[in-house]
């Protein structure tokens, strides 16, 4: 249920969350709410079995990396405003916010940003560097047990040719970016409020 | 002085001794005569034609409280969802996603925008899922006055919180002690008329009699929770030897059909109270209680049903295919298992009205007295019962679409969202199929329209099939 839910995030925190991750009001509320459902321990935290408990991200292949995502270094439980600054990655570009110039820290849910949260995902050691190893993990979650080891191996080979450009066998950020410059991220990695 | 307010409470006290009992029995004669025969004073409408008025104009009054001060900023429950999604499958989304290339897509691959998929997909189920909803109750559009339903509901005006105070005393002053006594005059009379009856022999007496004594009963027990219940198309209702299947929201279920014919229950037989209901009911007709050792064993559950089937002058069974109870706002997946049985199956959609009282029982977070309680301290039970044509399994059909089948046609009919999912997602992890299968669907894609002909699947020595 929601009553205690509401009554329970403050004011001040709100607006703290707001400054930080640019979501509305009502956003923040509705978010809350959506976190204290999935609290089922009701402690103020999430840990990884109540993001498991989600059957549609239970199913998702890279749903472990994505549930990850959320935790910070060696952490087992994200407090709320962990929980929104993941998310803020994926609030969508605000036309105002397009052609800001930035002297103020670049918002979370730049297109650079967005980039960065992807990036990241694949490059687990956080070396900076997508390794042939750490791109073949990923595409191994992907796929399941329909493909080859020398399959995916060349297919991780051909991937790391293309976006290679310094010729160290692997993909650095600037990398990623330039062979996903084309992509629309603004678009296709946001999440849609309808309020 | 204080001699005289002595004997004024006494005087009090013994005309409420003396008065409290005679208008308590006639409340109870007034319901109960004609509860038993099925007829109606019309004081149960009445009484909801006045909760709606009061509803509708509490609704104004907090929409308006709204505007006025809107820095409240109350949101309100939103019946489409959080989120905007995208409606394509895996390959429309990927091909849009892959669009930056210079291949085309049929000629498959693999593309670092790949994954971008999964996260997003991963990510909007984080936010709002269709599935996790459906175990606890639904949220209501405007507050009906009820505290358990305040979640986002602030103080507006006095006038309000005067009314929502009358309500609390109305409910659990007045309604509640007249209910509790209802429910029980209910019951006892159940388990001693249904006992009596089964001392007979004549066969056609008794079975008319059993009919009786159990629509009299669960009548009293309907009026016990103020229901109002709108039978719809009665031409279609379930017949001896057939099946009878409907969505499950709560206990309350069986009492609301019980109330329009008899039927042969089935379940799991329990001690204590329970026990001894379920032991006297079975005096006067049959009915299937299975043992708890029994109901592990599929094919003995299926065949002991199916015996009961065939005996065409049995009751028609009543079987909710969920499993578990959902919150009425979808349907779930229907377990195959009832309708393996065979013989003609009777769909029921049932749909409650929630402004009047929450009947979605939320069995992880409440137990069943608790719940019950909660039952009889709403304002009311308003629901709709529709009895669909009957069904039967075409050639060619196996059970698990044949129970979709019926799933959908119950779901179209009662207004509910028709849902794949499993109701048992309540308290168990989904299964790995589910993955698996889009992981295949993945890989199809990325190895493109040539097939797979020349490679072998990679296998892991510990993977379970």
């Given amino acids: ?195 | 002085m204080t001699d005289l307010c002595g004997g004024g409470m006494e005087g009090l006290w013994s005309i409420a001794v003396v008065l409290l009992p005679v208008w308590f029995s006639v409340m109870i004669g007034f319901i109960m005569i004609p509860a038993m025969f099925g007829l109606s004073l019309g004081v149960t409408s009445v009484y909801i034609q006045i909760l709606v008025k009061i509803l509708e104009w509490a609704t104004l009054r907090i929409e308006r409280g709204h505007r006025e001060q809107p820095t409240l900023s109350v949101p309100a429950p939103l019946p489409f969802g959080l989120i905007q999604r995208e409606g394509g499958s895996m390959e429309q989304e990927m091909g849009e996603l892959r669009r930056y290339r210079t291949q085309s897509i049929s000629r498959g691959e693999f593309a670092l925008s790949d994954s971008f998929y999964f996260y997003i997909k991963g990510l909007e189920s984080i936010v709002d899922d269709q599935v996790t909803q459906r175990f606890s109750s639904e949220e209501l559009v405007s507050w009906n006055l009820l505290t358990r339903t305040n979640h986002n509901f602030h103080y507006i005006s006095l006038r309000l919180t005067i009314i929502w105070g009358l309500g609390v005393i109305i409910r659990y002053c007045v309604l509640f002690p007249l209910r509790i006594t209802l429910a029980i005059i209910g019951l006892t009379w159940l388990v001693i008329g249904t006992t009596l009856v089964g001392f007979l022999s004549n066969k056609r007496l008794k079975n008319w009699l059993s009919e009786l004594v159990h629509l009299m009963c669960y009548r009293i027990c309907a009026r016990g929770l103020s229901a109002t219940i709108q039978y719809h198309n009665k031409e279609n209702k379930p017949q001896k030897g057939g099946i009878c299947v409907a969505n499950h929201t709560s206990p309350i279920d069986i009492v609301i059909l019980a109330n329009d014919g008899c039927y042969a229950m089935v379940g799991q037989s329990h001690g204590g109270l329970m026990g001894v209901i379920q032991r006297s009911m079975v005096k006067s007709c049959p009915h299937v209680w299975f043992e708890r050792s029994e109901m592990r064993d599929r094919n003995a559950v299926t065949s002991r049903l199916r015996a009961h089937v065939a005996a065409k002058t049995n009751l028609p069974i009543l079987i909710f295919p969920e499993g578990t109870c959902i919150n009425n706002t979808s349907v779930m997946m229907f377990k195959k298992g009832s309708f393996e049985i065979g013989g003609t199956i009777y769909p029921v959609a049932i749909k409650y009205d929630p402004r009047f009282g929450d009947a979605f029982w939320n069995s992880a977070k409440y137990n069943m007295v608790n719940y019950l309680l909660r039952m009889m301290t709403s304002w009311a039970i308003v629901v709709n019962v529709w009895y669909l044509p009957p069904m039967t399994r075409r050639e060619g059909e196996d059970a698990a679409q044949f129970a979709n089948r019926v799933k959908s046609a119950i779901a179209h009919q009662g207004g509910l969202l028709d849902m794949a999912w499993d109701g048992s997602l309540k308290r168990a992890k989904v299964k790995e199929a589910f993955k698996e299968q889009q992981q295949k669907m993945y890989s199809s894609m990325v190895m493109g329209k040539k097939g797979r002909n020349s490679q072998e699947p990679h296998t892991e020595s510990t993977r379970r099939q």
């Fill in chain 1, 1 to 195: 249920m929601g009553s205690r839910a509401s009554t329970l995030l403050r004011e001040e925190e709100i607006e703290e969350i707001k400054k930080e991750t640019g979501f509305s009001h009502s956003q923040i509320t509705r978010l809350y709410s959506r976190f204290t459902s999935l609290d089922k321990g009701e402690n103020g935290t999430l840990g990884r079995e109540d993001f498991q408990r989600i059957p549609e991200l239970a199913i998702n292949p890279l749903g472990d990396r994505i549930i990850n995502a959320f935790f910070p270094e060696g952490e087992d439980q994200v407090n709320f405003r962990g929980f929104m600054r993941t998310l803020a990655h994926f609030r969508p570009i605000e036309d105002n916010e397009k052609n800001k110039d930035h002297t103020a820290s670049e918002p979370l849910n730049s297109r650079s940003n967005k980039l960065l949260f992807a990036f990241r995902l694949y490059d687990l050691d956080r070396d900076d560097k997508i390794s042939r190893d750490e791109l073949l993990q990923v595409l191994r979650m992907m796929v399941g047990v329909n493909i080859s080891d020398e399959q995916l191996g060349s297919i991780a080979d051909r991937t790391i040719q293309e976006a290679d450009q310094n010729g160290d066998n692997s993909i650095s950020f600037n990398e990623f970016i330039k062979v996903l410059e084309k992509v629309d991220v603004e678009q296709k990695m946001s999440i849609r409020f309808l309020h």
